[in-house]
């Protein structure tokens, strides 16, 4: 398996604009997870879904953000309107529900709003 | 609400010593699992070894370890043998048994290994 695939893995944009980061979880996983990390704050867990369905969406920080799963190899979180403090690596993850639950990393996505 | 310490920001060993990264983490349950990850500069999260609450034994991959003390809510990681490839920020992270997968993430030791 190719592991978990994010896309882009690089952003720049300018304020304001909407900004849409994709996540391709390993086949077979039920759970899937969107982190964001700053040197300030750490690790964030903004949401998880179990079998597509958000789970909880109490990391989101306000409604600039919003994430879905349409099926269950796919996954996108869209920031809109952008703003500089969104500047973050975001990382998405996936799980299996049963087994050892480890979460297998995505390379990450360097989100830079100027 | 879980929580989990990471109490040292930076660390530093010099290669082929041993290093020991703590942690200690807040929980009222009895079943959890632990974690700890590692992430090098290319920032990839990689998992490095795992422990299950209900084992006495402390789990060991290679020349990782770990002291898991149920009873003093602690779980630090033992590099043996330090290679420079083990320089990254190292995590540690709690999950409960029986709700969902979500994982409580420290907030990070930064480990330099000094040549």
């Known amino acids: 398996d190719a592991g978990v695939i994010q896309s882009p893995r690089h952003e720049v944009t300018e304020m304001g604009q909407e900004v849409t980061l994709r996540c391709k979880p390993i086949?077979?996983?039920?759970?899937l997870f969107w982190y964001r990390q700053t040197m300030m704050r750490g690790l964030e867990l903004l949401i998880y879904?179990?079998?597509?369905?958000?789970?909880?969406d109490s990391g989101m920080p306000e409604d600039r953000f919003s994430a879905k799963m349409p099926n269950a190899s796919f996954s996108t979180l869209k920031i809109q309107p952008s703003e500089p403090r969104d500047s973050a690596v975001y990382f998405c993850?996936?799980?299996?529900?049963?087994?050892?639950?480890?979460?297998?990393f995505g390379p990450g996505t360097r989100l830079t709003v100027l | 609400a879980q929580t989990v310490t990471q109490s040292q920001p930076e660390m530093s060993v010099q290669e082929a010593e041993t290093v020991t990264l703590s942690c200690t983490y807040d929980?009222?349950?009895?079943?959890?699992?632990l974690f700890w990850y590692k992430q090098p500069p290319s920032r990839q999260m990689i998992l490095v070894i795992r422990?299950?609450?209900?084992?006495?034994q402390n789990a060991t991959e290679n020349r990782f370890s770990v002291n898991f003390q149920k009873a003093a809510k602690s779980f630090s990681l033992k590099i043996s043998d330090s290679q420079l490839g083990d320089a990254a920020m190292y995590f540690c992270?709690?999950?409960?048994?029986?709700?969902?997968?979500?994982?409580?993430f420290g907030t990070g030791t930064s480990l330099t290994v000094i040549p």
């Open positions: 422990q299950e609450a209900y084992k006495q």
């Open positions: 992270a709690y999950r409960r048994s029986n709700t969902g997968n979500q994982f409580y």
């Open positions: 929980t009222s349950e009895s079943d959890y699992y």
């Open positions: 993850a996936s799980s299996l529900s049963s087994g050892s639950n480890e979460q297998f």
């Open positions: 879904f179990n079998n597509n369905v958000p789970i909880d």
């Open positions: 086949s077979g996983h039920d759970y």
